[in-house]
């Protein structure tokens, strides 16, 4: 019977697409920084950019594997958590290491698919799910994902970690409408001039950043997550092309709006009403007539936006806040641990004002 929160060996990327051109990742305040705060005290990070991907030398590859088993060695982790947004490489991070680190250290291995829609998830679950013990995935099953995972006993379906000491309900939002992100996903170039005009026409206090993140044009995660926090309305679009087929993503931005206690103004899509509730939580967009009347209706309406908002803001602590999200985790993963089962159902809510 485990008695104390685990130990948790993370490995993930330091940076997105893994290399120090582009835009510093945000996978440890997302992952470590959260568990930290939930009471998982003992945790170390191992970052994989050498092991993950194709990219490096053989003698890189080889150094930081030897590394890896190394740490792996002395820490004696109970848990090890890792990043699995990727197809393993023969020499590095894969299956037949899952296997043998499982195996020979008695631990558990959770992996987490970042990108879980489209064809690219299912190929990923595919290839992942046998060789860890839980497969997370952020984003409820899309109609071509459901026979799949029904067939996947390992899969749990959880809420996206949002870093309560990066999103929080800061007063006063001084920002009207706020969004951020790369201009080439989906129908953003369809929409983001429409929102531009907009918000020039209703003469809005607005910051618009569509950026290049593979080109290092980008907030950084302090900008970032102030403007989040300090926001009335935060506009976002949950269209995403992988191989040609376009999807409706959740993506992490609508977390972060709804726990920074903004209005979340969401392109409609299905996955999200998995966990919040349209008009009471958040509020949908299909048309830029939509969008517009929307924007200014709540930036007129205070009392509207703000009954909405916190009743997002509200739902998200009392059922989604990343303390209980870990202890879920945790408490799925290890059908024995008494100090886990504890803490699942007992969790405090987190609000920050």
């Not at 190929?123 to 067939?151: G, I, T």
């Not at 409408?177 to 907009?198: A, I, K, Q």
Request: glycine letters at 4%; one cysteine or more.
């Amino acid at each position: 019977m485990m008695n104390q929160p685990p130990k948790i060996l993370f490995l993930f990327p330091q940076y997105i697409y893994n290399s120090k051109n582009y835009i510093e990742c945000e996978y440890k305040r997302l992952w470590f920084d959260t568990a930290i705060d939930a009471g998982f005290i003992n945790c170390q990070i191992f970052y994989t950019d050498n092991i993950s991907y194709s990219y490096p030398s053989a003698g890189e590859r080889e150094n930081d594997m030897k590394s890896l088993k190394e740490l792996i060695q002395v820490f004696l982790p109970d848990v090890i958590f890792s990043d699995i947004n990727f197809q393993g490489n023969e020499s590095g991070v894969n299956p037949q290491f899952f296997e043998y680190i499982r195996q020979t250290f008695s631990l558990k291995v959770i992996g987490m698919i970042g990108d879980a829609w489209g064809d690219h998830g299912t190929n990923l679950m595919q290839y992942w799910s046998p060789s860890v013990d839980l497969l997370l995935y952020a984003a409820p099953p899309e109609d071509k994902h459901h026979v799949l995972v029904s067939k996947l006993p390992n899969i749990f379906l959880i809420p996206l970690a949002v870093n309560p000491n990066s999103y929080y309900n800061e007063i006063p939002k001084e920002i009207d409408v706020y969004f951020s992100g790369s201009l080439s996903w989906g129908l953003r170039p369809f929409w983001l001039p429409f929102l531009r005009n907009t918000v020039r026409n209703h003469a809005l206090k607005a910051v618009i950043n569509s950026h290049n993140r593979e080109a290092s044009i980008a907030f950084n995660h302090d900008t970032y997550e102030k403007y989040t926090r300090t926001s009335k309305v935060i506009v976002n679009f949950s269209s995403r092309n992988y191989n040609s087929n376009p999807v409706k993503a959740l993506t992490g931005r609508a977390w972060q709006a709804i726990a920074s206690g903004a209005l979340l103004l969401e392109e409609d899509n299905e996955p999200i009403k998995h966990y919040f509730t349209p008009y009471v939580h958040y509020v949908p967009f299909k048309t830029v007539p939509d969008l517009e009347f929307l924007i200014n209706f709540f930036i007129k309406n205070a009392e509207c936006r703000d009954l909405i908002s916190q009743a997002g803001f509200r739902y998200y602590n009392e059922h989604y806040n990343s303390s209980k999200t870990w202890w879920r985790i945790i408490n799925h993963l290890f059908d024995d641990c008494e100090v886990c089962s504890y803490y699942s159902n007992s969790t405090p809510i987190v609000e920050n004002t």
